[in-house]
């Protein structure tokens, strides 16, 4: 999956990935944006950004912490269509790029 995801993420320039965080990190032209835990893509949020996430149905990335709480991260799932195709993932990886450029 994550090959596949990387392939999604192309037409917004040079992309990489690093293992991380028991998954993936992904980096366009080296600004971190995106994770892949457990084969499913998360995409960076921020407070302009997140709204637009909410409304299409998705979901943070949520791991356990200390004494097993609940953590949100500031990376969401993406709709099922954007994983369909590099163009319909586009406007999903420009939001989180823009999240990511903000940080």
Avoid at 26 to 49: P, T
């Amino acid at each position: 999956m994550l090959k596949y995801y990387k392939e999604l993420l192309a037409p917004l320039g040079a992309i990489r990935s690093r293992a991380m965080f028991g998954g993936h990190g992904i980096y366009c032209d080296e600004v971190f944006m995106a994770i892949v835990i457990d084969d499913q893509l998360y995409l960076k949020v921020d407070g302009l950004s997140q709204a637009e996430f909410q409304r299409a149905g998705c979901t943070p990335f949520v791991y356990h912490g200390k004494q097993g709480k609940p953590v949100a991260m500031s990376y969401w799932s993406t709709p099922d269509e954007a994983l369909e195709s590099a163009r319909a993932m586009r406007p999903w990886a420009q939001l989180a790029l823009a999240a990511a450029l903000r940080k």
